[in-house]
C-alpha cells in the first residue's frame, strides 16, 4: 500500500510524521537485515509474514497503535510496539528484550533525532 505523502497532512504535523515513518522504516530494516521475517499486526488482524521490506512498510500506518512482530526460523522471537501521534521520534514505545541487538541502531537514530527536535 502507497502511503499518503507529506504534503496530504497539515503543514503542523509534516514533521512528526516524517519522524515515525523514518524510524518506523528503520525498524523494518533492521529486522529484516539481522534475518527476520516480520508481520505487522494493527490490533484487528496480523499481516502475512514478509522479508521484503517494501512489503511490511507497506502495512504500516493503518492505525494510530501497530505492532512489527519478529520470527525467526518459524519461530516467533519478539514484538515492537509503534505509537504514532506524539513527538515523532518516539514512535516506538515498547519493544521485546529479545530485539535489543537488533534495534541498537533503530534507538541511536531516535535518540539522535530527539536532540534535534
Known amino acids: 500500500m502507497a502511503h499518503p505523502t507529506l504534503d496530504t497532512y497539515p503543514a503542523s504535523i509534516r514533521g512528526r510524521i ?17 534475518g527476520y521475517e516480520l508481520s505487522v499486526n494493527d490490533g484487528e488482524h496480523p499481516y502475512p509474514w514478509s522479508a521484503d521490506p517494501k512489503v511490511v512498510y507497506g502495512d504500516l500506518f493503518g492505525t494510530d497503535i501497530e ?51
Open 67 to 117: 505492532s512489527i512482530h519478529f520470527r525467526k526460523d518459524g519461530k516467533r522471537v519478539g514484538s515492537v510496539l509503534l505509537v504514532y501521534g506524539n513527538c515523532g521520534w518516539d514512535v516506538i514505545c515498547d519493544y521485546s528484550t529479545t530485539l535489543e541487538d537488533v534495534l541498537t541502531p533503530v534507538n541511536a537514530l531516535a535518540e539522535k533525532l530527539e536532540q534535534a527536535a
Open 18 to 34: 516524517a519522524l515515525e515513518r523514518r524510524i518506523a522504516k528503520a525498524v523494518v530494516k533492521a529486522g529484516i537485515d539481522a
